[in-house]
């Protein structure tokens, strides 16, 4: 597998593939606007970068960072070194990566999991810094026979390693804040999943917290905890994402941006318009001139 381009050519080429693509970059890119985007994203850090902004939170970058980030949360590069920076962004299809996840290692965790004070960076040790680094310079030495074979193994290798680190983080965080209330996070994940099932089969219509409390009979408040720690989360966001990724789909299949508003669940088409541009990066109409 060769390095893309750029971060645009990564995102495009992971959702063709429906696996995977990453980008190896310098200041020849200008940073994209503020933006959520249809796969998971790694961004490391190698020199150069000033501050990360994630979901309104921002992250002053040193170098040997690592940014493990959702497809739910918008972010974008606030500032950068004038002269240089250097990054490896990863771009990953979740539905590829939950299907080589297994009963006992989910590759997703990483991704997801937001009970902790460190919801998205890890700092790499030297020797972390060093691994992440060889295993992606093995993904150009693959090509030729069995280089998709090749190249999925070491994808497998990397993401155990980052799941194991950021495991290790973790633990450490969850000791140093003492014992917690009696509640397990993995008891969380049937009614989180029945929860997500609900959302993702009635997109169109009304979903406010107060109908998904009175439809699993479950407080507002129980539902807002449960979903923001199993998946990083929160609901408004999750169900906003999922509308607009189904517009973007309704816009390219050639549907009204009208249309659009009033399939994917929109019932106010200023909110469309708002959520849809920030989110994007352009205003409807444009994306849909541009994909349709």
Same mark, same amino acid.
């Given at each position: 597998?060769?390095?893309?381009?750029s971060?645009?050519?990564?995102?495009?080429?992971?959702?063709?593939? $429906?696996?995977?693509?990453?980008?190896?970059?310098?200041?020849?890119?200008?940073?994209?606007?503020?933006h959520?985007?249809?796969?998971?994203?790694?961004?490391?850090?190698?020199?150069?970068?000033?501050?990360? +902004?994630?979901?309104?939170?921002?992250?002053?970058?040193?170098d040997?960072?690592?940014?493990?980030?959702?497809?739910?949360?918008? $972010?974008?590069?606030?500032?950068?070194?004038?002269?240089?920076?250097?990054?490896?962004?990863?771009?990953?299809?979740?539905?590829y990566?939950?299907?080589?996840?297994?009963?006992?290692?989910? +590759?997703?965790?990483?991704f997801?999991?937001?009970?902790?004070?460190m919801?998205?960076?890890?700092?790499l040790?030297?020797e972390?810094?060093?691994?992440f680094?060889? +295993?992606?310079?093995?993904?150009?030495?693959?090509?030729?026979?069995?280089?998709?074979?090749?190249?999925?193994?070491?994808?497998?290798?990397?993401?155990v390693? +980052?799941?194991?680190?950021?495991?290790?983080?973790?633990?450490?965080?969850?000791?140093?804040?003492?014992?917690?209330?009696?509640?397990?996070?993995?008891?969380?994940?049937?009614?989180?999943?029945?929860?997500?099932?609900?959302?993702?089969?009635?997109?169109?219509?009304?979903?406010?917290?107060?109908?998904?409390?009175?439809?699993?009979?479950?407080?507002?408040?129980?539902?807002?905890?449960?979903?923001?720690?199993?998946?990083?989360?929160?609901?408004?966001?999750?169900?906003?994402?999922?509308?607009?990724?189904l517009?973007?789909?309704?816009?390219?299949?050639?549907?009204?941006?009208?249309?659009?508003?009033?399939?994917?669940g929109?019932?106010?088409?200023?909110?469309?318009?708002?959520?849809f541009?920030?989110?994007?990066?352009?205003?409807?109409?444009?994306?849909?001139?541009?994909?349709?």
């Amino acid at each position: 597998m060769k390095a893309c381009p750029s971060c645009k050519e990564s995102m495009r080429q992971c959702m063709e593939s $429906h696996s995977f693509a990453f980008a190896h970059l310098y200041n020849d890119e200008k940073a994209m606007d503020m933006h959520i985007h249809d796969c998971y994203e790694i961004y490391y850090s190698i020199s150069g970068g000033k501050q990360f +902004l994630i979901d309104n939170c921002f992250y002053d970058i040193q170098d040997g960072d690592i940014f493990l980030i959702n497809q739910f949360e918008s $972010h974008y590069l606030s500032q950068i070194d004038s002269q240089k920076h250097e990054r490896i962004i990863m771009s990953i299809d979740p539905e590829y990566l939950k299907s080589l996840s297994t009963a006992s290692t989910d +590759l997703d965790r990483c991704f997801h999991f937001r009970d902790t004070e460190m919801p998205h960076r890890m700092h790499l040790t030297p020797e972390e810094q060093n691994r992440f680094v060889y +295993l992606i310079h093995k993904f150009p030495s693959n090509a030729g026979l069995g280089e998709d074979i090749l190249d999925r193994a070491v994808f497998l290798e990397m993401m155990v390693f +980052l799941n194991r680190a950021f495991d290790r983080r973790c633990r450490k965080t969850e000791e140093s804040a003492g014992p917690k209330a009696d509640e397990e996070p993995n008891s969380y994940h049937a009614q989180v999943d029945d929860i997500l099932s609900y959302i993702n089969t009635h997109i169109q219509e009304n979903l406010s917290l107060e109908e998904l409390s009175s439809h699993f009979y479950l407080s507002s408040s129980y539902i807002c905890r449960i979903f923001k720690a199993t998946t990083g989360t929160t609901i408004n966001k999750y169900v906003t994402a999922k509308r607009i990724t189904l517009s973007k789909s309704l816009l390219s299949q050639g549907y009204s941006v009208n249309e659009a508003c009033e399939a994917c669940g929109f019932n106010d088409y200023s909110n469309y318009l708002k959520a849809f541009t920030k989110a994007v990066g352009v205003s409807p109409k444009k994306y849909a001139q541009f994909n349709s």
